[in-house]
């Protein structure tokens, strides 16, 4: 019973899991010259979602069918992740959001974390979410629906905090991105970590370049 509040509660801007110190690879994309408005934003995301899609609900999935195989899942996130920066980025998502809510719901995220220390997982951010939203009985489909909402809404806040976007514009586009969300939803909400892929290199590309950057605003 609540997990439809609970689920509200996890998406509140509010939640403090750190996520919003992550462009999702946005900063980098901005200097280097690839996005400079709100068509290019339109185009980042669209990459960015399918990325999220096809790299991270697969281990979004594992984590909630299998939570106790999450040692497991973790260590595929670990090897599939080559860049870097998202290797990095997955690793202090992941740890802050299951330490966030094993604070804030300690009955039943309290265990996942604990076995997760003494297996000693790198915490990636994929398959922790997966586990961490199991353990509070949200049904796979809203917790896929999560974890791709925070993306895009991450990238989009990142956008404007750059000054690279509005905060109309960047709310018209995530209300234009609820077509692609579907799709990309109905195309990757079935597939298991046999079927990883990274569909976006160029983003990956750009993203890696992230610590050799002038200035920094974000970590990732």
Known sequence: ??????????????????????????????????????????????????????GGLPLVNAGWREPASLPAWDARADVFLSNHVAHRASRTQGRAFLDTCARIFPDAVGPVRQAARAAGVKFHHA?????????????????????????????LSAGVRMGVIGTHESHQVQHGATPLLDTVLTHCGALGVEDLAQPAPLLDLLGASHDRLYSRLFLS
């Open 1 to 54: 019973m609540g997990t439809g509040w609970r689920v509200l509660q996890l998406a509140d801007s509010g939640f403090p899991t750190g996520g919003f110190a992550h462009s999702g690879g946005l900063e980098a994309a901005v200097q280097q010259g690839e996005v400079r408005g709100v068509s290019d934003v339109r185009r980042f995301v669209e990459s960015l979602l399918w990325q999220a899609g096809l």
């Open 127 to 155: 398959p922790v979410f997966g586990a961490v939203l199991c353990a509070l009985e949200v049904d796979l489909e809203d917790a896929q629906r999560l974890f791709l909402s925070l993306t895009l809404r991450g990238a």
